[in-house]
Structure formats: C-alpha cells, structure tokens
C-alpha cells in the first residue's frame, strides 16, 4: 500500500538536489509517498502522485528521523547523587563508572531488557529512528555478553565496549583485562556486535592499548569507533582517523591537528553536548570542525552518569547555544551527521529509496528545535513507514 504524507509546510530532505538546494534541501508545500517502508517519492504537494491512502500533515514541519549514534543504554542503577556532587562543585573524572558496573552484574537479563526497552522507547518518543547503544557496564566475559545479547533485542547498531575502564579487580593488573577484552572477552562478544569501540583518555585506556583492542576487533570483524578528547588532550582523534573508525566521539579537547586530521578523513567528529551539560565541562567549538571540513554528528550520550537524556532536541540546542552550530548544521548533525557515524546511506535524509523514517513536529519549522528548548515538539516518529496513527505503531527494530 502506497501512503502519501501531504500538506506538509516545510519538508527537510537533507537532499540538496531538492528544494532551496542547501544542505537541508528545504521544500515547502510538499509531500511524501512511502510504498514499502520507503521513500518512493518527494516533492511539491501540488505534483503529487496518486496513492492508497493520505495522511494530512496539517502544514507542519516534517523533518528526518534523528539518528542517535552513541548511547549507553545497557546499565541498572541510578547516579543522581553523583550529578548533584557535579553541580556542587565537584569535577567528573569518569570514576562514577565503577557504580553502574555493580548495579549492572548484580541485575537480571530481564531487569536489563527493561531498561533499554524504557529508555528506547523514550527516544522513539523524542523523534529518534534509530540509535547506536554499547555494552561497557559489564566488564566480565558473561556480562559484556549477555548486554550485547539483551540490546541485540532493540537496535542492530551496538557497540561492543569491554574497554571502558579497567573494573576494580584487575586495577593492578590492567595489562591482564587489556589482554582479556582483545581475545576470551572479544570473541564471546563480537557474535553480538557490529561496533567495536574503546574509552580512549584519561583514567581510561591510553592510546597503545586502545590501539591493540580496536586492530584486534578489526580482525575478528568489528568496525572501530572511540571515545577520545573528553577529559584531556591525548592522540585518541589521531587514532581514530589512522584506523579508519567510523566516528570518534566527545573531542572536547581536540587541537588544530586533530580538527585537521579528521578534516581530511572519512571519520566523523561525534559531539555529545549533553556530557558538557551534565559535567560543567568546557563546550567544545563545533564551528571549528565544520569551518575546517570536519563532518560532525550530534548524539545523546544517554547514559546514567554523564548525560542522562533521551532528547536530540535538547542536544541541538545546546549544539547552537554552546558549541557554534546554526541551527540548520545542528539538525543535518542530527539526522545525516548521525548516520554517516553510523555509515548508514540508507536512513537520514528523505529521498526516494531511503527508509521512511521520519518526524512530523508540532511546528512550522525546524528552527523551533532550538528556538523552543525544553518543549516537545514531536507531533509523529514514523519508522519503516510505520508508527502515525493512521498506520499503528512503529517496529521495535532499530
């Protein structure tokens, strides 16, 4: 069955073929025809194709399925006091990390599925199509496992992350736990993963051992990604781009040469402004990385200790008030940016054969994403053509 989405006020494509032929590839007065679960055709409402049935969009907005490509989902336990501490002054240095690791070996299979069945939800529910979620709150051979297992059940992008920080009963032997995640732990993960990925800084993994960890993922056939630059400078950007990983992610602290470096690679700069948020860490300045011809995604870091919201639309107006991004860069982080952190070619932009993912908002225009922070603007999320009213609710598949 054909379903043409009409009377659409402003229609994002992120095809600069359509349109005011931006980046954003903006068409007003438009429409959408989804057959299949994909996009079968764009353009002017009044050239629009017959159909099977029509879902009037009421002149709003409609804009491309965010796409989350870096979060931690896969955890038990709560660490609001831990952000109350930050907000009282004190500086966050990852060590919160250890807490999440007890909860999570201590919860059941169940209580896990629950967890990322609430919190996958809630981003539906914030516009996201799909999202990226790790394992890393495990830090044994079962239980990085058994996360990579439960999340398997929610998105088909998750990211194995034995690499996290070394857990307290290896904390003098780190050698030995680098060695456990680059073979026993690996290879009882990577049936369950399609990312392999390390925390790369500080009180972390330094840039030789997540060298190890990622070439070893590389051979089992993992692609790499990593967390670098949060907390400090360091070569974990330089790293990223020498491996060819598909993003690197934080580059709170990254240089000139790291900035040039990614420049001149396939490897997307991911920003996360809800960790500067929720940390009172200094922003990092996306202008740069899109002024020296960086591609940057924006992701929620949804995690509970340093960035616990499932809501892109807060993290695009952070990205325009704190770290430079119009809003226009913003929302294209947000939906294209994410995907080729992703590399996805197949969600993210709205043309014909991309899936029909999808969000109508409550506005009549995308600025209002940054514009009205805070307010859920998200009037629809459909999916695979799935999830308006009209045509039920939206498959659990990311």
């Not at 073929?17 to 679960?37: E, K, W, Y």
């Not at 996360?147 to 690499?163: D, I, N, P, Y």
């Not at 680098?178 to 790369?200: S, Y």
Request: charged content about 20%.
């Amino acid at each position: 069955m054909t379903v043409l989405y009409d009377n659409i006020g402003e229609l994002v494509t992120n095809d600069p073929t359509q349109g005011d032929h931006s980046p954003l590839g903006i068409l007003t007065d438009a429409a959408l025809l989804v057959d299949n679960g994909q996009i079968a055709w764009v353009g002017p409402a009044a050239e629009a194709p017959a159909a099977d049935q029509r879902v009037d969009c009421g002149h709003a907005a409609v804009i491309p399925g965010f796409v989350d490509s870096h979060a931690h989902l896969v955890f038990d336990g709560d660490r609001a006091a831990e952000f109350a501490a930050r907000m009282a002054g004190q500086p966050y240095d990852g060590g919160g990390i250890a807490t999440t690791v007890s909860a999570t070996r201590n919860a059941t299979d169940d209580v896990l599925a629950a967890n990322v069945a609430r919190l996958g939800q809630e981003l539906r529910d914030a516009g996201v199509t799909t999202f990226e979620t790790k394992s890393g709150y495990g830090l044994t051979v079962d239980d990085e496992a058994r996360s990579l297992r439960v999340a398997t059940g929610f998105t088909t992008e998750t990211t194995f992350l034995g690499a996290h920080v070394v857990p307290a009963e290896y904390a003098s032997r780190r050698d030995e736990y680098v060695e456990l995640v680059r073979t026993t732990m690996l290879e009882a993960c990577a049936p369950h993963a399609r990312w392999i990925d390390v925390f790369c800084d500080r009180g972390a993994f330094n840039v030789d051992e997540a060298r190890a960890i990622l070439t070893a993922g590389i051979a089992r056939g993992l692609q790499p990604r990593l967390h670098a630059s949060q907390l400090g400078r360091g070569d974990g950007i330089k790293l990223a781009v020498e491996l060819d990983a598909a993003s690197v992610d934080h580059c709170t602290y990254a240089t000139d040469e790291d900035i040039d470096a990614l420049a001149g690679s396939s490897t997307v700069a991911t920003l996360l402004p809800g960790a500067e948020f929720s940390t009172r860490a200094q922003w990092p300045n996306g202008r740069r990385f899109l002024d020296a011809g960086a591609t940057v995604a924006l992701a929620t870091d949804c995690n509970p200790g340093s960035s616990y919201t499932t809501s892109m639309a807060l993290c695009i107006a952070l990205a325009v008030r704190d770290m430079r991004l119009t809003p226009a860069e913003a929302l294209w982080a947000a939906t294209a940016g994410g995907a080729a952190a992703l590399r996805r070619n197949d969600i993210g932009a709205l043309h014909p054969g991309q899936r029909a993912d999808f969000v109508q908002l409550h506005a009549p225009t995308y600025l209002h994403l940054a514009y009205r922070p805070g307010v859920n603007l998200i009037a629809h999320t459909v999916v695979a053509g799935q999830g308006h009213p009209d045509h039920g609710t939206p498959a659990p598949d990311c």
